[in-house]
């Protein structure tokens, strides 16, 4: 005869519960693209996009570790790179970073076998981010900071 052990199976369920709540959204659904491209004004064209952490308040690869992350979306449009964030509680997703390449003064990129690999930016202002992507992204991510810097990526009116 089989025993059913109903605490362990209720802590089951409350940690699957609170894992889904604070997961990094929707990113898997069918309907991601839609769920992030609604916050982004329909003026500017969205270049690239991809699943990420990122590490605000850090450039510098020994303060990574130190930092903690938030899970989430990437974008890097013809204006401005941003981090959205998923709101459990609105299920949507949320500006979190908001960075024009006209107020980007630096961008480096690392391979990293001890961390994930990363992009990591700074703002005029001393604002620095890390964004935690895979190798695959890195160099095109770097690629489009540096020509939004230089001004080649804004939209001719």
């Known amino acids: 005869?089989?025993?059913?052990?109903?605490?362990?199976?209720?802590?089951?369920?409350l940690v699957l519960l609170?894992?889904?709540c604070?997961?990094?959204?929707p990113i898997n659904s069918p309907n991601f693209d839609n769920r992030f491209t609604e916050i982004i004004s329909s003026a500017e064209n969205i270049l690239l996009y991809s699943p990420t952490q990122v590490r605000v308040g850090t450039y510098m690869e020994a303060e990574i570790k130190m930092i903690p992350s938030?899970?989430?979306v990437m974008v890097l449009t013809n204006h401005a790179i941003r981090f959205l964030h998923w709101d459990a509680e609105e299920k949507n997703y949320r500006i979190q970073v908001y960075l024009p390449y006209t107020d980007l003064k630096q961008a480096k990129y690392e391979f990293n076998t001890l961390i994930s690999s990363f992009v990591a930016v700074r703002a005029t202002n001393g604002?620095?981010?890390a964004f935690m992507l895979s190798d695959e992204m890195i160099k095109?991510?770097?690629r489009?900071?540096?020509m939004g810097q230089a001004g080649h990526l804004n939209a001719q009116k």
């Open 1 to 13: 005869m089989t025993r059913i052990h109903l605490p362990q199976i209720m802590t089951l369920l």
């Open 18 to 20: 609170l894992n889904g």
């Open 22 to 25: 604070a997961s990094k959204g």
């Open 70 to 72: 938030y899970n989430g």
């Open 127 to 129: 604002e620095a981010f």
């Open 140 to 142: 095109l991510t770097y």
């Open 144 to 146: 489009f900071l540096m």
